[in-house]
């Protein structure tokens, strides 16, 4: 950190990140640019949240007309944005209502409270379980928190939200064998993001869906990470002709804007009613006019067919690389949501790239994840890998 004010301010937040030394002051396309002016290839995108990328002509004028009409009022009153992103993200999931909130794990939060207050509605008192899978992430608030399915996350906060139960992922018969008349939801990410870039299996999700209905469970899919058009589609369970009950959705969806969301079944989202759930900053207009330029790029403007094109080049350059490289081990995850599983600490990589002036993160503790903006190009890609090949050579 060059600038001296800036680190010394820098020493009143407080201590939750291990965030290298590096203070990025632009950013333009996929690249962004640190106070010497040092430019870097940006493949983490605010770690899958920079849908656009840096300097989006069209988003930046929408989120700039909205700036200047009406940032925000109250869930006293409507606002004309925010009605108009819950139609097109009902039309897209397939699902018939939304709440909007700020975060990721806010979502999730309202994601357990919906389908327990449901399942309390229409199963019986005692229907408060929750069943969620090993090696997940939901977020840091106390309910996403008790149903993540990683200690590490949870050491020290106990006690957590009680009867939440953890089973192996893309294990159907774990699931059901966990499954009583007491479960109001089965909560999984249809692609793991953080525990590794881990896609369910085709036939397990399948199953999932069939199950949840057998025993009349509301079915959430945490598409936080791998929703809005990061994985080709516009949700990743799409992929799978599945449908869930509820999904959540944040990173991407603001495009950089704080926006968090969950879009419900109509019959679901009716245990939802005036004063069960709330949130101050909720469909707030700026953030979700922000949402709705991302989403219309995402619909009309073709970048929905880009990410599925680039997705296939960015997995076909890195199966070459792994086809000669054996520190890579595995190449997994769809579209613009990839991950390689090395064989040597994924930091040294990520290190060594950012050295180099390419920007990744890891993901579990094997994982490298690329997850660039979703207006990534073929050129970039190729940057990216040139980079990354230089990386591993150094590593042989
Ligand atoms: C699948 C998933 N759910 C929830 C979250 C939490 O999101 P946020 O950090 O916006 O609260 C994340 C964040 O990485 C995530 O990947």
């Not at 002016?37 to 656009?52: E, H, K, P, S, T």
């Not at 097109?88 to 794990?105: I, Q, R, V």
């Not at 608030?141 to 939440?164: H, M, R, W």
Request: proline content about 4%.
């Amino acid at each position: 950190m060059k600038d001296s004010t800036i680190a010394k301010a820098q020493s009143h937040i407080m201590n939750t990140y291990a965030s290298f030394p590096v203070v990025f002051v632009k950013g333009q396309g996929r690249y962004l640019y640190d106070e010497d002016g040092r430019q870097y290839l940006d493949f983490v995108a605010g770690i899958a949240v920079n849908a656009l990328g840096y300097g989006h002509e069209r988003y930046l004028q929408r989120v700039t007309a909205q700036l200047h009409d009406l940032v925000h009022v109250s869930n006293l009153y409507y606002n004309q944005a925010a009605p108009m992103l819950a139609a097109k993200l009902t039309a897209y999931s397939g699902l018939e209502k939304a709440f909007f909130c700020n975060s990721g794990a806010e979502a999730v939060e309202a994601a357990l409270k919906l389908a327990r207050l449901w399942a309390k509605a229409n199963k019986g008192p005692d229907a408060f379980k929750v069943i969620s899978m090993l090696n997940s992430f939901h977020g840091r608030t106390f309910g996403a928190i008790s149903a993540t399915g990683q200690q590490k996350y949870q050491n020290g906060l106990d006690p957590l939200l009680p009867e939440v139960t953890f089973v192996e992922f893309n294990d159907l018969q774990a699931l059901a064998a966990a499954m009583d008349g007491q479960t109001a939801a089965v909560i999984l990410e249809p692609i793991q993001g953080e525990g590794g870039i881990n896609p369910a299996d085709q036939q397990y999700l399948q199953g999932v869906r069939r199950l949840c209905s057998d025993h009349n469970v509301v079915l959430i899919f945490d598409e936080v990470q791998s929703g809005i058009g990061r994985t080709g589609q516009f949700f990743a369970y799409q992929h799978y002709g599945v449908k869930p009950d509820i999904v959540t959705c944040a990173k991407g969806l603001g495009g950089g804007i704080p926006i968090g969301a969950i879009l419900a079944s109509e019959s679901v989202a009716a245990a939802f009613t005036p004063g069960t759930h709330a949130s101050t900053f909720g469909g707030n207009a700026l953030a979700t006019a922000a949402a709705s330029a991302v989403v219309d790029e995402l619909m009309d403007e073709g970048l929905l067919e880009q990410v599925q094109v680039q997705g296939c080049y960015l997995a076909e350059k890195l199966q070459q690389l792994a086809a000669a490289y054996p520190v890579i081990r595995q190449v997994k995850g769809k579209g613009l949501m990839q991950g390689i599983q090395v064989t040597v600490p994924p930091g040294e990589i990520v290190s060594r790239a950012m050295a180099k002036g390419l920007l990744l993160v890891g993901a579990g503790s094997d994982v490298v994840r690329f997850v660039p903006p979703l207006t990534v190009t073929a050129a970039e890609i190729d940057a990216c890998i040139e980079i990354l090949e230089s990386v591993l050579e150094e590593l042989q």
